[in-house]
């Protein structure tokens, strides 16, 4: 769901950067498919990132430990500008199909002076799958002043073809088919400033078009949405708000980032729908000994007025939670947790055991219920790609209620 991508960005982490450029559209909680499927980070490289000043506000911030500093060694290797990152990522999604994810990006510090910051990221990225999906995408991510000021843009432009089951867990239950096809582009911008207590808040704009048309494909029982064939606008205006205490983004031991993100679409800015979208993201790290990390996350996503049914709440995205396809579960309400357990094993070897449970629901009477509930749960291996930065090659296998899940991707799935 080509717009549900960009129009809903929701966890910045992963949709700035550079792996997952262009898998914006299929990390937002409303489209493609979770980033199982390829929407992660690919940052590897210089990645100065490993020094954890990132989430200091300053060398004198409580929350900057002094054990956080890269070693005297390390910080002289990294003296250097920046990195080229060139790489193709595998995508195999339920919702997208099997194919390759071709990835250039250049990771660097901005200014040499600034200790503060983490680096920035400017690239592009592709799409190309066996179900004739095809999409390319530019972003950037700037972080300007010691890490006062970070800048985020991405414009995206191709086609996603996916499967559309209606609104409602008693749509997703049912499993009727209709394949989609949706073209279009879309841009997202946002300028955050840090204030106190490592807190960054900011406004964002997001538009773009597109078309949906059936595929030949189709199913004659399934019900079809409103605008097929129609080109379709959508302009919103919203704010963010992030605070972020991991030491390390790419494989964090300890800290936690709480992430609020609202969009407003309206008529008035050039929006066809008007309706409002907010999230909310907390992951919480804890490091049980020197080889194995508890990782906690909890999502809640809420819908208003009157949105396309892409502007809804999708369950299975953004790797929330592994196990289902993406657009199978929709609604105007969603909710969602998880547990993961990471080990570090031998010979650059991981293992992570992960389960969750969360549903959609259309609220007022139709509220969340136990008997809707999904549950989720699986294992995966890692392959630690970076010592230095530990950047891990993720290949996950999950379970849901009626489906599973194979994925692949860059650094962890949260």
């Given at each position: 769901m080509l717009h549900t991508s960009a129009f809903r960005a929701s966890h910045s982490e992963q949709a700035y950067t550079s792996a997952l450029l262009l898998v914006l559209l299929m990390c937002s909680p409303s489209l493609g498919q979770s980033t199982t499927d390829g929407c992660e980070r690919s940052r590897t490289g210089s990645a100065a990132e490993a020094n954890s000043?990132?989430?200091?506000?300053?060398?004198?911030?409580?929350?900057?430990?002094q054990s956080d500093k890269l070693p005297a060694s390390e910080q002289k290797n990294n003296k250097s500008r920046g990195d080229f990152v060139i790489a193709p990522l595998p995508i195999s999604s339920p919702a997208l199909g099997s194919g390759v994810i071709p990835v250039g990006a250049y990771i660097f510090q901005l200014s040499r002076n600034d200790e503060i910051s983490p680096p920035s990221v400017v690239g592009a990225a592709g799409l190309i799958t066996d179900n004739g999906s095809r999409a390319f995408?530019?972003?950037?991510?700037?972080?300007?002043?010691?890490?006062?000021?970070?800048?985020?843009?991405?414009?995206?432009?191709?086609?996603l073809n996916y499967t559309f089951y209606g609104i409602g867990a008693a749509a997703g239950n049912v499993k009727v088919p209709l394949p989609l096809k949706q073209d279009g582009s879309v841009f997202l911008g946002e300028i955050l400033r840090r204030i106190k207590w490592n807190f960054f808040v900011g406004p964002r704009v997001l538009t773009g078009h597109s078309t949906i048309t059936l595929r030949s494909s189709g199913s004659s029982t399934a019900a079809i949405p409103p605008d097929i064939e129609l080109d379709t606008k959508l302009t919103s205006l919203g704010?963010?708000?992030?605070?972020?205490?991991?030491?390390?983004r790419f494989y964090p031991e300890s800290g936690a980032v709480l992430e609020v993100t609202s969009d407003f679409f309206a008529n008035g800015f050039g929006s066809k729908y008007s309706f409002q979208s907010y999230r909310v993201t907390f992951n919480k790290y804890s490091s049980l000994s020197k080889r194995q990390v508890l990782a906690y996350n909890a999502f809640f996503c809420a819908t208003g007025g009157q949105p396309p049914f892409y502007g809804n709440c999708i369950y299975g995205t953004s790797n929330e939670l592994r196990g289902y396809e993406a657009g199978r579960y929709l609604d105007r309400y969603m909710i969602a947790t998880q547990l993961e357990y990471r080990?570090?094993?031998p010979k650059r070897f991981g293992l992570v055991i992960f389960g969750g449970v969360g549903g959609v629901a259309q609220g007022g009477t139709q509220s969340f219920r136990s008997t809707n509930f999904l549950p989720a749960g699986g294992s995966g291996l890692r392959f630690n790609l970076s010592k230095a930065h530990h950047i891990n090659l993720r290949a996950d296998l999950a379970a849901g209620k009626n489906e599973y899940t194979f994925s692949m991707g860059v650094s962890e799935a949260f």
């Open positions: 000043q990132a989430t200091c506000g300053s060398p004198q911030d409580p929350g900057c430990a995408a530019v972003a950037g991510q700037l972080f300007v002043r010691r890490d006062t000021v970070r800048v985020t843009s991405v414009f995206f432009q191709g086609n704010f963010s708000i992030k605070r972020d205490t991991r030491p390390s080990l570090v094993l």
